[in-house]
């Protein structure tokens, strides 16, 4: 049985490849989960793209005074212990916030820490504090990688 976590991995991951379709992109999955990445997406069959989708769930930050937010690991687990992915391990993360059905496509070379973290508001449209904002359904941007 799945435990909750690779549930929602599982509901990013269909979601993504069926919007990427939706988005006139040729959809590849590893046969097995040891790659780096979760697709390679390609409109030419030409230049490839490695694409690791990350699937968060809102989540309340600790005080009374913090707003809600969505945070995403963006980070891999090695022999049991998170690392970073190389700069060649992926080319984009298609980060999925399933309550808005919201993706933010990021290039990996954006991306400065473990962790991403974008405020509901953000993630809602409605709101501009992050610096994210600009990713948000920004399928284009996998054009650019």
Known sequence: ????????????????????????????????????YDFVITKDHVRF???????????QLEGKHCAEKYQWSVCRRVNNIKVSYEDNDIDVFALYAIEEDAWFIIPTYFIESKTVSIPVEVVKNIGNASKYKGFRNAWDMLSLC
């Open 1 to 36: 049985m799945l435990n909750q976590s690779n549930t929602i991995g599982l509901i990013g991951e269909q979601a993504f490849s069926l919007e990427a379709i939706k988005q006139d992109w040729h959809v590849l999955k590893p046969v097995s989960d040891k790659e780096a």
């Open 49 to 59: 793209i490695k694409v690791q989708v990350k699937t968060a769930k809102q989540s």
